[in-house]
C-alpha cells in the first residue's frame, strides 16, 4: 500500500490528475479482494502473500484521491468541512464494517461447528485461528479448520464486496486537472487591481 501511495502522489504531481488512481484502485483492489476468496487450508505462500500484495497495492494507488478531490473541487471555504466530512465516513465505514465482519465470522463458525457432533465450538469462536492446533483435539482439526476456512472466505467475500463498490464514488468524481487550477489560481488578476505596463 505504501510504495502505491507514494507511485500514485508522484504521478498525481507530475501530471496533475486523481482520477485515473481512483478508477484503477476500483479494478485493482476488487480482482485482490476476489483472489483472496479462493483461499484453501493448504494455500501457499506465494499465492497468500501475492493476493494481499494486489488487494494493498490496488488499495494505495487511491487512498490518498478521495482527500485531493475534496481539495480540488469544492470551494476553498468548504475544504475544511469536506475534508471532515470524508474523514468522518472513512473512519465510520472501517469501524462499522471491522464490526461487521467480526459477527459474520463468529456466526458462520458458529453454524458450521454445529455439525460436529460432540464438539463444543465455544472454544473455536473465542480463539484465534493461530491456536486452534494447540487446543482443539487432533481427531477434530480438520473439520474445524475447513469450517474456519469456509467463514473466513465469507468475510473476504464482504471485503470484495465493498471493493468492488468503489466503482461507483470513481467513476461520478469531478475530473479536474491539479496544474491547470493552480496555473489558473495563480495567473487570475486581484479584483480590484489595475494593469501596470512593463
Known amino acids: 500500500m505504501v510504495p502505491a501511495a507514494i507511485v500514485s502522489g508522484g504521478m498525481v504531481q507530475k501530471f496533475g490528475w486523481y482520477n485515473p488512481f481512483m478508477i484503477a484502485t476500483a ?4 480482482i485482490g479482494a476476489g483472489l483472496l476468496c479462493t483461499f484453501t487450508p493448504t494455500t501457499g505462500h506465494a ?8 488487494f494493498g497495492f490496488g488499495m494505495g494507488l487511491g487512498m490518498q484521491q478521495p482527500n485531493l478531490a475534496a481539495q480540488a473541487t469544492v470551494a476553498k471555504r468548504q475544504v475544511p468541512t469536506a475534508i471532515s466530512v470524508l474523514m468522518f465516513f472513512q473512519t465510520l465505514g472501517g469501524a462499522v ?13 458458529v453454524k458450521g461447528l454445529a455439525s460436529i457432533p460432540d464438539f463444543d465450538s ?6 484465534g485461528a493461530t491456536e486452534l492446533r494447540n ?3 487432533a481427531k477434530y482439526l480438520p473439520q474445524v479448520i475447513d469450517v474456519y476456512n469456509v467463514a473466513l472466505k465469507d468475510v473476504f467475500y464482504l471485503g470484495a464486496a ?10 461520478t468524481i469531478e475530473w479536474k486537472n ?12 486581484v479584483e480590484g487591481a489595475k494593469e501596470v505596463a512593463p
Open 27 to 30: 479494478v485493482i483492489m476488487p
Open 47 to 54: 499465492k497468500w502473500i501475492a493476493y494481499q500484495f494486489l
Open 97 to 109: 464494517f471491522a464490526s461487521v465482519g467480526q459477527n459474520l465470522l463468529s456466526s458462520r463458525l
Open 122 to 127: 465455544s472454544n473455536v469462536v473465542h480463539i
Open 135 to 137: 487446543v482443539i483435539p
Open 162 to 171: 465493498l471493493a468492488a463498490c468503489t466503482i461507483f464514488g470513481a467513476l
Open 178 to 189: 491539479l496544474k491547470k487550477s493552480a496555473n489558473v489560481t495563480q495567473k487570475a488578476p
